[in-house]
């Protein structure tokens, strides 16, 4: 059974960083496509970035264009969202799925989920 574990949110200052990890066991990690998606309460999951198996795609969402860095490393079986200059919008929980072929934004096409971070951005 595929399991995703996600770490690395908390309370930060807007304009701070954090680097976001989800750690996937259970399965050969390097077949995945990866993606990272948000949701705040009563509002539908958002697609943040995704990663192909051999991060030779990579796919990022308008809110996190120019701020954020998806990464992966197959050897340690991780993703890896580094966030910069956060905002009080990018306050939410985030998710990290996996998925047989490349990335895409539509949370539906995810297979597994982690169980999501915690990211609160003050203002």
């Known amino acids: 059974q595929v399991q995703l574990v996600e770490s690395g949110g908390g309370l930060v200052q807007a304009g701070d960083s954090l680097r976001l990890s989800c750690v996937v066991s259970?399965?050969?990690?390097?077949?995945?496509?990866m993606g990272w998606f948000r949701q705040c309460p009563g509002k539908e999951r958002e697609f943040v970035a995704g990663?192909?198996?051999?991060?030779?795609?990579?796919l990022y969402g308008n809110s996190a264009k120019g701020r954020f860095t998806i990464s992966r490393d197959n050897a340690k079986n991780t993703v890896y969202l580094q966030m910069n200059s956060l905002k009080a919008e990018d306050t939410a929980v985030y998710y990290c799925?996996?998925?047989?072929?490349?990335?895409?934004?539509?949370?539906?096409?995810?297979?597994?989920w982690g169980q999501g971070t915690q990211v609160t951005v003050s203002s």
């Open positions: 799925g996996l998925r047989t072929g490349v990335p895409t934004t539509r949370a539906s096409l995810y297979a597994s």
């Open positions: 259970g399965h050969t990690f390097s077949v995945f496509g």
């Open positions: 990663i192909s198996w051999n991060s030779g795609f990579t």
